[in-house]
Nanobody
Framework: QVQLVESGGGVVQAGGSLRLSCAAS?????????MGWFRRAPGKEREFVAA????????TYADSVKGRFTISRDNAKTTVSLQMNSLRPEDTAVYYC???????????????WGQGTQVTVSS
């Protein structure tokens, strides 16, 4: 099993920045997994935010966050991060880290999930 624990959420004003982190532990082959970030806003379905290939060689972003968010990973530390800049009130959501053993930076197919961290952007 892979355990994922997110951190770094909080309350920030519109236009501000936050950096989310996700630490993987347990029986993990982290360096071979793709990692993704998803979010669920109040009253909405969970949506894809960003993903990174197992080796960091490619990334994928939702259109709504392109140019504002950056996903990165450190395989030696088994962590993945999401740098969020120019935050908007519509970015308010619970953010989840997820892992996909297939290794590709896709929007679906994730089977391991963290518990989530709340991000609130005030206007």
């Amino acid at each position: 099993q892979v355990q994922l624990v997110e951190s770094g959420g909080g309350v920030v004003q519109a236009g501000g920045s936050l950096r989310l982190s996700c630490a993987a532990s347990g029986r993990t082959f982290f360096s071979s997994y793709a990692m993704g970030w998803f979010r669920r806003a109040p009253g909405k379905e969970r949506e894809f935010v960003a993903a990174i290939r197992w080796n960091g060689g490619s990334t994928t972003y939702a259109d709504s966050v392109k140019g504002r968010f950056t996903i990165s990973r450190d395989n030696a530390k088994t962590t993945v991060s999401l740098q969020m800049n120019s935050l908007r009130p519509e970015d308010t959501a619970v953010y989840y880290c997820a892992a996909d053993p297939r290794g590709l930076a896709t929007m679906t197919g994730y089977i391991y999930w963290g518990q989530g961290t709340q991000v609130t952007v005030s206007s």
